[in-house]
């Protein structure tokens, strides 16, 4: 069971270039999500999708653009990379939302470093 | 807007003692579901409980149990005879309406033998 599997789980950038976190899950889940975990303030939430062709914002939105043109992928684009980018991030998904009622299943991570 | 509060940034205690972990939220949503997450030294997110909104009733599994009130918007975490293995960071998180969900900054738990 693969469930989801986020690529490179290292990736270190300087500042200024562009890269993609992939991010892809296998079962069947509706929704998915993009977090950063920084110390000392939790998981904060990127991007995210209800469904494939469908993503709104997090609460840290900048700098960072997604798309989900199929239900598996959902991956994130840095367009310039920045330090202030440096974390780890995780990929979720989880089932259809509108009930709520589901946990969210996690990648292993991505930890970048912008230098 | 919702708000996941973890006041305790680290908390110690010695083996076999018994812990809590707090969580306080804020939601203007009537229905929602509040969940607790484990973060072992190895960096994984994984699942421990969810709740609704409509489900007060404490939950025990094994050495864990969760106290949701919400009169208190409260949502603590108690660790029975703790053990090493234990030792993470635990994150409260709220899924509120929009399906966004916030979590908290975290607690970091160390056990010492």
């Known amino acids: 069971n693969a469930g989801v599997t986020q690529t490179p789980k290292f990736q270190v950038l300087k500042t200024g270039q562009s890269m993609t976190l992939q991010c892809a899950q296998d079962?069947?889940?509706?929704?998915m999500s993009w977090y950063r975990q920084d110390p000392g303030m939790g998981l904060r939430l990127i991007h995210y999708?209800?469904?494939?062709?469908?993503?709104d914002q997090g609460e840290v939105p900048n700098g960072y653009n997604v798309s989900r043109s199929t239900t598996e992928d959902f991956p994130l684009r840095l367009l310039s990379a920045a330090p202030s980018q440096t974390s780890v991030y995780f990929c979720?998904?989880?089932?259809?939302?509108?009930?709520?009622?589901?946990?969210?299943?996690f990648g292993q991570g991505t930890r970048l470093t912008v230098v | 807007a919702q708000k996941v509060t973890q006041a305790q940034t680290e908390i110690s205690v010695v083996e076999k003692e018994d812990v809590t972990l707090d969580c306080v939220y804020e939601?203007?949503?009537?229905?929602?579901?509040l969940f607790w997450y484990k973060q072992p030294p190895s960096g994984e997110l994984v699942f421990l409980i969810r709740?609704?909104?409509?489900?007060?009733q404490n939950e025990i599994s094994g050495r864990y149990s969760w106290n949701f009130q919400k009169s208190t918007s409260s949502f603590n975490f108690t660790i029975t005879a703790s053990q090493v293995v234990d030792s993470a960071v635990y994150f409260c998180?709220?899924?509120?309406?929009?399906?966004?969900?916030?979590f908290g900054t975290g607690t970091k738990l160390q056990v010492i033998p």
């Open positions: 079962m069947n889940h509706e929704y």
């Open positions: 979720a998904s989880s089932l259809a939302p509108a009930g709520g009622n589901t946990e969210a299943f």
């Open positions: 709740r609704n909104s409509f489900d007060e």
């Open positions: 939601t203007r949503d009537t229905t929602y579901y």
């Open positions: 999708s209800v469904g494939a062709g469908i993503t």
């Open positions: 998180a709220l899924r509120g309406g929009y399906q966004k969900v916030t």
